[in-house]
């Protein structure tokens, strides 16, 4: 498919935003590409106008993709649950092998890692990482960097599939956390480091059945998830939360989950 215009893109934004919510009937609307690492979108007000910008990556987006990016920027306008058909019209086709291939590509580039040393304060993640890959993977598992990243409350780990690292969320390296939770969650990652190299470019479908059945497998997985629900929960309410960054008037599309 041919790559759309600016003026093209504006068109469908200003139209399937119109339908999506009454706040854009009579706004007006600008609309651009822009080349963000991944695919990200973005809505703000900017005077009377609305101002949004979609990820280059959907430059050659069937139009049905483009209308779904705007109804779900329209639904974060206006604070309502994301319709269930522009989901599953925008999942579909972001998860098409090509476009998986260009996101992972560019995040390769132009990607960068925020990550400390693996040793810790309390816990060492590469300790545990030998372990957990001598007594679950046969040594099979490769990563180029292991350590800790941000501390988040809502990310506790995450696998990179585009730069093969792993990083675990500060909070953490505790003396209130076991060493067999901080091992469960690396575990986890690790399992997305193996399906991924037996899968091929792209994340494909984050946890499929086969994923999950091998995380219920680990021994210590209902402990750890037991242990994390109420550790998370009293650190939020206790408001131990990293600072947050610096508010911006937009709306995006991302997805938050709290294991990657």
């Not at 779900?72 to 269930?84: F, T």
Request: charged residues 30%.
């Amino acid at each position: 498919m041919a790559e759309r215009s600016r003026s093209e893109l504006e068109l469908i934004c200003r139209s399937a935003l119109a339908v999506a919510s009454p706040l854009f009937r009579d706004a007006e609307v600008s609309a651009s590409f822009y080349p963000y690492i991944g695919l990200t979108h973005t809505i703000r007000r900017k005077g009377a106008a609305w101002v949004v910008r979609v990820s280059d990556h959907l430059r050659d987006a069937p139009r049905a993709a483009l209308e779904a990016v705007a109804a779900l920027l329209a639904s974060k306008v206006a604070r309502r649950r994301s319709p269930r058909r522009a989901l599953e019209v925008y999942e579909r086709y972001r998860r098409e092998p090509a476009i998986e291939a260009r996101v992972l590509e560019r995040r390769r580039q132009r990607g960068r890692k925020v990550i400390d040393a693996s040793g810790g304060e309390f816990h060492s993640l590469e300790s545990i990482f030998r372990e957990l890959s001598a007594r679950c993977f046969n040594n099979q598992i490769e990563i180029t960097r292991l350590g800790w990243g941000r501390a988040s409350w809502t990310r506790l780990g995450h696998y990179d599939p585009a730069h093969h690292t792993i990083t675990i969320s500060r909070i953490l390296d505790s003396p209130r956390v076991p060493r067999r939770v901080v091992a469960a969650i690396l575990y986890h990652e690790m399992l997305h480091a193996l399906f991924e190299s037996s899968r091929g470019c792209g994340r494909g479908r984050d946890h499929p059945p086969e994923f999950r059945r091998a995380e219920r497998a680990y021994p210590d997985f209902a402990f750890a998830r037991e242990f994390l629900a109420e550790y998370c929960r009293r650190g939020r309410r206790r408001g131990h939360r990293p600072r947050a960054p610096r508010a911006r008037a937009r709306r995006t599309v991302r997805r938050s989950p709290v294991l990657e």
